[in-house]
């Protein structure tokens, strides 16, 4: 499966975007989907993931309260709602796919990746 990544940009600190990452094929339902990010000069770190069906997520501890994801089978698209945004989540963000359906937060569960959106929080 391949990955879009899309919705990034620039935004003040407080403010709020929405990220979509669109599969390629309609099987996306087979895939649990998962946000990474990676900031300038640090690891790729976990955000978020959400099961095939979208009736489980999970979430690094510091974004639970701020983020949401969630997911639209029939568009191929699963989304990353952030809101409150601060300076420190400025990184470039990536969806990946993972066909055993776990939502772990292990980079390397991970199968297929999309090719990231830059996401900048001015302060």
């Known amino acids: 499966v391949q990955l879009q990544a899309s919705g990034g940009g620039l935004v003040q600190a407080g403010g709020s975007l929405r990220l979509s990452c669109v599969a390629s094929?309609?099987?996306?339902?087979?895939?649990?989907v998962a946000w990474f990010r990676q900031a300038p000069g640090k690891e790729r770190e976990f955000v978020a993931a959400i099961s095939r069906n979208g009736r489980s997520a999970n979430f690094a501890d510091s974004m639970k309260a701020r983020f949401t994801i969630s997911r639209d089978n029939a568009r191929n698209t699963v989304y990353l709602q952030m809101n409150s945004l601060k300076s420190e989540d400025t990184a470039v963000y990536f969806c990946a796919a993972d066909n055993r359906g776990s939502t772990t937060g292990r980079i390397y569960d991970y199968d297929y990746w999309g090719q990231g959106t830059q996401v900048t929080v001015s302060s």
């Open positions: 094929e309609s099987t996306v339902s087979r895939y649990a």
